[in-house]
């Protein structure tokens, strides 16, 4: 794999102790695969590209029919429950190491705001080589919590999230997302991003309300 880029991280307003005192939400620890997860994650994301995309004969199909309950039948032994497998919690990787992340990489990160850089994958073609509205809130919303966390805000949840569509968002090509802290209302994080390409013409802009979890709230 090509060598990664180091993200400017600045967690000096981070308390992980909002964990502790703030709503029921568990606190994940990072987790530290083997060297080979990060090959296994990018397989199965060129796995689901094809998957939306080939033309195959039929026998084609049965023969990856066959290789893919081959696949279940290994991995099915160690099914693990939220939290313990390193999906969603290899920070280094993009989109965290999660499939269901998009797979963007973090190039800063502060209480200033996040900037995430990566591109959108034929897995997400919505049509006529746009990518797909619903994958931008996806992406804007992901872009939020990260937000929330290096403002040193509370742990909190999505309260809203409005998108503004200025432009088709192409796939395949290098795009640069860029979201920071608006305003705090008391439990109320307001949060605003915008989508640019390399020009910088914006291809979607968002606004969101993150609202701080109450004592026990899940």
């Known amino acids: 794999m090509s060598e990664r880029v180091k993200p400017v991280i600045d967690s000096s307003a981070v308390d992980a102790r909002r964990y502790e005192q703030h709503g029921g939400f568990p606190k994940w620890e990072p987790a530290e ?6 090959d296994f994650v990018e397989a199965m994301r060129t796995l689901q590209d094809l998957a939306v995309s080939v033309d195959a004969p039929d026998e084609v199909y ?3 029919l066959a290789q893919a309950r081959q696949m279940i039948e290994l991995l099915e032994p160690y099914r693990a429950p939220e939290g313990q497998g390193p999906a969603g919690r290899t920070m280094e990787l993009p ?3 999660s499939l ?3 797979p963007w990489t973090v190039v800063e990160a502060g209480p200033d705001g996040i900037v995430l850089t990566g591109e959108f994958r034929r897995y997400h073609l919505g049509g006529n080589g746009a990518v797909h509205g619903g ?3 996806l992406l804007f919303d992901d872009l939020m919590g990260m937000i929330v966390h290096y403002a040193g805000r509370p742990i909190s ?3 809203y999230l409005h998108v503004n569509y200025r432009k088709v968002t192409p796939l395949e090509t ?6 920071r802290v608006e305003r705090i209302d008391r439990r109320k994080t307001f949060t605003s991003a915008e989508l640019t ?8 802009d968002c606004e969101a309300l993150m609202v701080q979890l109450l004592p026990g709230q899940p």
């Open 33 to 38: 695969p083997g060297p080979d997860f990060a």
């Open 62 to 64: 049965g023969a990856a």
């Open 197 to 204: 390409d390399a020009e910088g013409t914006v291809l979607a």
């Open 135 to 137: 994958v931008l809130p």
């Open 174 to 179: 290098p795009l640069t997302v860029r979201g």
């Open 95 to 97: 989109g965290r190491g």
């Open 157 to 159: 949840r999505t309260a």
């Open 100 to 102: 269901l992340m998009l």
